[in-house]
């Protein structure tokens, strides 16, 4: 397999007239400087390395449009959130994930880290096959075409010290250990099988929703498999409380006692931080997974990306609750969500943003050969138009620029997987009619009885 891309982003900087070839895969070779050889598909525009979603909640897509009415609050944005929640069911979820997948695919996504916590029937009795909810996640990426790494979450108590009840039932396992044996078979399961495009790693959904002794137990899980592990960190300054309260320490703290922290973790939002948290953060090289369009459709506040960063935290970036799917948007949001806060410019530059949508989104959820340019690298490619509504008139020499700050998922036209073609020209090739998907799938869990 071979490309021409008239301009592609290798990482350190633009390259012109680049012949990409692949066999199966993986990239054999990156060529920069050289004419198209006749038999090359020619890639018109920018050519990126595939984007890593790093955080999503599939199930979410579902509340787009409807948590919106009557100004909308935290508090109804949850109650809708619970009532699709009630309603799934693997046949369901399958559907309603592989339209949202296909939909991240149209916007040059290759990878997702599903933060996967909907496990068992309504009520919490467990499917016959206790992990088909995961099961039905990792099929519908292969049905749309990308890579996925299952991050399966321990949820345990609707807060600290507060049992589950009602929707949340089919979140809980009961303990850690009982997590740790229904995740072992998928695990277990995943490696067996012919299912390269799937990895499994652990996710632990809060201090407010595992214990503390129980954040260990799911923290060695991860550590003795060397797997990735994410988790929600100081989303809400009321987490934050009530892990002073329950704890006397911060969240992050409490993590680091339980050996949660360290270059396989990603916190995930961080938004109300302590300075002494930044530090231990960085000083840990734990990852951080900025979701700026949710943080502010939810009115989270703005987190300290730039001192995260600086700290020795790798940026990466994930559309959580699919308020949009464009890490286009996610990517200069972190950015102009800086300036907003220090009225200053130029905190970011468009090569460290295109970095935290590509190899570090890639590296969080566990697929460090992935997310670059370059041989031995998965192949995936991704071209945004530079001759858009958006885009035009930028020129060549600011297209990493123009795909960062003006861009968005209506510019990918061409979107290449693990080497195999998933979107041409701005059409999904596996899912033919991505919008009747999402309409079919929506409908299904959100219509009234």
């Known amino acids: 397999m071979r490309w021409h891309a008239e301009l592609a982003w290798l990482g350190d900087g633009l390259a012109r007239d680049v012949l990409i070839e692949a066999d199966g895969e993986r990239f054999t070779r ?36 409807r948590v919106q ?53 309504p009520g919490g009795d467990p499917y016959d096959d206790p992990n088909a909810m995961g099961e039905a996640l990792i099929a519908a990426a292969a049905d749309a075409g990308i890579r996925i790494t299952l991050l399966d979450t321990c949820y345990l108590t609707g807060g600290i010290g507060t049992p589950l009840a009602g929707p949340q039932l089919r979140f809980g396992d009961g303990s850690a250990g009982n997590w740790a044996r229904r995740v072992d078979d998928l695990y277990e399961e995943t490696g067996k099988r012919e299912r390269p495009h799937a990895r499994v790693g652990a996710a632990i959904h809060s201090v407010r929703a595992v214990p503390r002794e129980q954040i260990c137990a799911v923290a060695s899980w991860a550590k003795e498999r060397q797997a990735p592990l994410h988790v929600h960190l100081s989303e809400q300054p009321a987490e934050n409380q009530a892990c002073e309260d329950a704890y006397a320490m911060t969240p992050a703290r409490l993590l680091a006692e339980c050996g949660a922290l360290g270059a396989r973790t990603v916190a995930v939002h961080a938004t109300h931080l302590t300075a002494a948290d930044i530090d231990l953060l960085g000083g840990t090289m734990t990852g951080v997974c900025m979701c700026p369009t949710t943080e502010r459709d939810l009115a989270d506040g703005i987190g300290p990306a730039r001192d995260l960063a600086a700290a020795g935290s790798p940026v990466c970036l994930g559309s959580d609750q699919h308020a949009v799917i464009d890490l286009f948007e996610e990517a200069r949001a972190v950015e102009l969500d800086e300036r907003l806060r220090t009225r200053e410019r130029g905190h970011w530059t468009a090569g460290e943003l295109l970095t935290a949508a590509t190899s570090a989104g890639h590296y969080g959820l566990g697929w460090p050969e992935a997310g670059r340019l370059e041989p031995g690298a998965y192949a995936d490619l991704v071209t945004v138009d530079l001759g858009s509504v958006r885009t035009a008139g930028a020129g060549a020499d600011h297209a990493a620029e123009a795909a960062v700050f003006a861009a968005t998922a209506a510019d990918v036209r061409d979107v290449v997987v693990s080497g195999r073609e998933i979107v041409r020209d701005g059409r999904h090739l596996l899912v033919p009619d991505v919008a009747a998907a999402l309409n079919d799938a929506i409908a299904a869990v959100t219509r009234e009885d």
């Not at 006749?38 to 018109?44: H, I, K, Q, T």
């Not at 999503?56 to 897509?61: D, G, K, L, P």
């Not at 369901?92 to 996504?109: D, F, K």
């Open 69 to 121: 009415a009557d100004h909308g609050t935290f508090w109804t944005w949850r109650e809708q959130m619970y009532k699709v929640a009630a309603r799934l069911d693997p046949d369901s979820y399958r559907a309603l994930a592989t339209a949202v997948y296909a939909e991240m695919a149209l916007a040059g996504i290759s990878c997702v880290g599903e933060f996967h916590y909907l496990h068992h029937r």
């Open 30 to 65: 990156i060529v920069p400087g050289v004419p198209a050889p006749p038999d090359a598909v020619r890639l018109r525009g920018l050519a990126l390395p595939g984007l890593a979603n790093a955080h999503s909640h599939a199930f979410h897509r579902a509340l787009r449009g």
